[in-house]
């Protein structure tokens, strides 16, 4: 098994910055890539970074480009989120996931485990 902890949200103005932790524990070498989802009040989840073990490969939102950056610390365990200049509508409880399999995924049947999400609050 796999547990997530994502750790970092908190309440920032327009314009802020957060960066957001996921520390992965169990059967990280099982994974493959690490994705960082979104969900706000009365709208589906959505991916907004996603990137493979081996840090090969990442995929952004559109929303998310030029603003986000994803990473990882695999001596850690741990990947994270480095989100810039927030905006009100990037306001979301954000969930860290990962996966086994052999792609990055893009939505959120394609990852097994879940941590159980960050808040974040972005004011105007």
């Known amino acids: 098994q796999v547990q997530l902890v994502e750790s970092g949200g908190g309440l920032v103005q327009a314009g802020g910055s957060l960066r957001l932790s996921c520390a992965a524990s169990?059967?990280?070498?099982?994974?493959?890539?690490m994705g960082w989802f979104r969900q706000a009040p009365g709208k589906a989840r959505e991916l907004v970074a996603a990137?493979?073990?081996?840090?090969?490969?990442?995929y952004y939102a559109d929303s998310a480009k030029g603003r986000f950056t994803i990473s990882t610390d695999n001596a850690k365990n741990t990947v994270y989120l480095q989100m810039n200049s927030l905006k009100p509508d990037d306001t979301a409880r954000y969930y860290c996931?990962?996966?086994?399999?052999?792609?990055?995924?893009?939505?959120?049947?394609?990852?097994?485990?879940w941590g159980q999400g960050t808040q974040v609050t972005v004011s105007s």
């Open positions: 169990g059967r990280t070498f099982s994974l493959y890539a």
């Open positions: 996931a990962a996966g086994g399999s052999s792609g990055i995924g893009r939505t959120t049947g394609e990852y097994r485990y």
């Open positions: 990137v493979s073990r081996s840090d090969v490969s990442t």
